[in-house]
């Protein structure tokens, strides 16, 4: 089919793409028990069972995950020899957080100033939708093996994907891997994000006194706990703003697209007069050098609040980590400064929460080949290359897992889609052109791996 032919196809197919994505963000597909009926996630699986049935996928299932979450497979056979490609989503949302937030309601899709707004709509529903509209356009005509692979709990990080793919790693080989989770840097820009930062969270705790004490009658003399916290967490950063924990390189440099200051003040709602934090630029910042944040804080309100020094308080930290770093050799850099940086003499104890590697992505081969001329071709424009600040713990388990297989991040979650926040939304053009992105790539990946 020619590249016209494909175009038009699509083209004709987006009300059905918006009929679908209605469809999934009524589902409250939020995987916390808590926050969301269970049967709203279990709605979403059955229709997407249904779905991918329909489109001639064979043995879609649903498999129960260590963290009770449900996977979703299914396959479709092509040539003898063809290569085979797996399609990655995620089919959990985000919770609404504040629905007066909202200018439409959080679980209908709602149409306004040319986007699509409702919970899900980018974060991953878009990309779902995007999937299924790429396969319609090939009707059958397919000239490579296609695996699916959707995961029930991505937003909550517990895992259960993580556990299910080594232990069903033939279900699933494959020799691309797109991770549709992902998405341009704006709005036409077509991109592909080539890393991702890791994590390495701790919780700190600091004690001083056996109890809270009066500050009038001891105040002055007494250690403060929260006093001494606060000094602390201050030693992560200099006057700039650069993370600095000793021992963890700050000064890396990123070599792919730029990110303008303008543009990341909007996406980042930062208030007019507010500077931006650190010496380098921005895609310095946020795709190449570490970054502690704090959190939350274990201390008295200010409502309710007595005048008393404190014995003890806690905060949680969360350091991002770049490509090139070990995440855990950097947990244990931040808990080696913070024991330096306290004062007083004061007892400090650290928990390790979670620690995970950053994630570098394909930058070569037939597959990133094939997948920068179709974004070229869908798009009209030359491929950016940026990172992303956020981790996908799964893509260094399909790494590990898959070790010659190419493993591609992109998707439809440009910066204006607010994923995870109120009026979340999408761009129609995005999934519309994504879908050209998807088919051109499953249509010419078989010609450019025979020529490799």
Not at 438 to 452: I, K, T
């Given at each position: 089919?020619?590249?016209?032919?494909?175009?038009?196809?699509?083209?004709?197919?987006?009300?059905?793409?918006?009929?679908?994505?209605?469809?999934?963000?009524?589902?409250?597909?939020?995987?916390?028990?808590?926050?969301?009926?269970?049967?709203?996630?279990?709605?979403?699986?059955?229709?997407?069972?249904?779905?991918?049935?329909?489109?001639?996928?064979?043995?879609?299932?649903?498999?129960?995950?260590?963290?009770?979450?449900?996977?979703?497979?299914?396959?479709?056979?092509?040539?003898?020899?063809?290569?085979?490609?797996?399609?990655?989503?995620?089919?959990?949302?985000?919770?609404?957080?504040?629905?007066?937030?909202?200018?439409?309601?959080?679980?209908?899709?709602?149409?306004?100033?040319?986007?699509?707004?409702?919970?899900?709509?980018?974060?991953?529903?878009?990309?779902?939708?995007?999937?299924?509209?790429?396969?319609?356009?090939?009707?059958?005509?397919?000239?490579?093996?296609?695996?699916?692979?959707?995961?029930?709990?991505?937003?909550?990080?517990?895992?259960?994907?993580?556990?299910?793919?080594?232990?069903?790693?033939?279900?699933?080989?494959?020799?691309?891997?797109?991770?549709?989770?992902?998405?341009?840097?704006?709005?036409?820009?077509?991109?592909?994000?080539?890393?991702?930062?890791?994590?390495?969270?701790?919780?700190?705790?600091?004690?001083?006194?056996?109890?809270?004490?009066?500050?009038?009658?001891?105040?002055?003399?007494?250690?403060?706990?929260?006093?001494?916290?606060?000094?602390?967490?201050?030693?992560?950063?200099?006057?700039?703003?650069?993370?600095?924990?000793?021992?963890?390189?700050?000064?890396?440099?990123?070599?792919?697209?730029?990110?303008?200051?303008?543009?990341?003040?909007?996406?980042?709602?930062?208030?007019?007069?507010?500077?931006?934090?650190?010496?380098?630029?921005?895609?310095?910042?946020?795709?190449?050098?570490?970054?502690?944040?704090?959190?939350?804080?274990?201390?008295p309100p200010v409502v309710g609040s007595s005048a008393a020094i404190q014995a003890k308080a806690r905060a949680r930290i969360n350091l991002r980590v770049p490509p090139g770093m070990n995440a855990r050799h950097a947990q244990d850099a931040l808990i080696a400064h913070l024991e330096d940086a306290a004062p007083w003499h004061v007892n400090v104890s650290f928990e390790r929460e979670a620690d995970g590697s950053p994630f570098t992505g394909s930058t070569s081969g037939a597959g990133f080949d094939t997948m920068v001329d179709a974004m070229t071709t869908a798009y009209g424009t030359d491929v950016l290359l940026q990172g992303q600040g956020g981790s996908i713990p799964l893509c260094n388990v399909f790494a590990e897992t898959f070790p010659d297989a190419e493993i591609m991040l992109l998707g439809v979650e440009e910066p204006l889609c607010l994923i995870h926040a109120p009026n979340e939304?999408?761009?129609?053009?995005?999934?519309?052109?994504?879908?050209?992105?998807?088919?051109?790539?499953?249509?010419?990946?078989?010609?450019?791996?025979?020529?490799?």
């Open positions: 089919m020619s590249d016209e032919a494909l175009r038009e196809r699509i083209r004709g197919l987006m009300p059905q793409a918006q009929a679908d994505l209605t469809e999934m963000v009524g589902f409250r597909s939020v995987h916390d028990p808590a926050q969301s009926p269970p049967e709203e996630c279990d709605k979403m699986v059955d229709w997407l069972q249904e779905t991918f049935t329909s489109l001639g996928l064979a043995e879609v299932a649903a498999h129960e995950t260590s963290d009770g979450s449900k996977a979703v497979t299914g396959s479709l056979a092509g040539p003898d020899d063809a290569p085979t490609v797996l399609l990655y989503f995620h089919h959990d949302v985000q919770p609404p957080l504040d629905d007066a937030a909202w200018d439409s309601p959080v679980w209908s899709l709602t149409e306004r100033g040319g986007r699509w707004y409702g919970r899900g709509a980018a974060d991953c529903k878009g990309n779902i939708a995007t999937h299924l509209t790429a396969l319609r356009a090939l009707d059958g005509d397919i000239p490579v093996n296609i695996k699916i692979i959707g995961e029930g709990s991505e937003e909550q990080g517990t895992g259960g994907l993580e556990d299910f793919v080594p232990k069903n790693s033939e279900l699933l080989r494959a020799d691309a891997i797109l991770v549709c989770d992902a998405g341009n840097f704006a709005v036409g820009r077509p991109s592909l994000t080539t890393s991702l930062r890791g994590i390495a969270n701790i919780v700190v705790t600091v004690e001083t006194l056996s109890s809270a004490m009066h500050s009038g009658m001891f105040g002055g003399a007494a250690p403060d706990a929260l006093a001494a916290l606060i000094s602390m967490l201050a030693s992560l950063r200099d006057a700039d703003g650069n993370t600095t924990v000793a021992g963890l390189k700050s000064d890396a440099v990123w070599e792919g697209v730029d990110y303008p200051a303008d543009a990341f003040r909007r996406d980042a709602t930062v208030l007019d007069g507010v500077d931006l934090v650190g010496s380098g630029r921005v895609s310095d910042m946020v795709w190449a050098r570490p970054a502690a944040t704090v959190l939350g804080i274990d201390c939304s999408v761009d129609p053009s995005e999934i519309e052109n994504m879908a050209i992105v998807e088919a051109m790539f499953l249509r010419d990946y078989p010609a450019r791996l025979n020529r490799s």
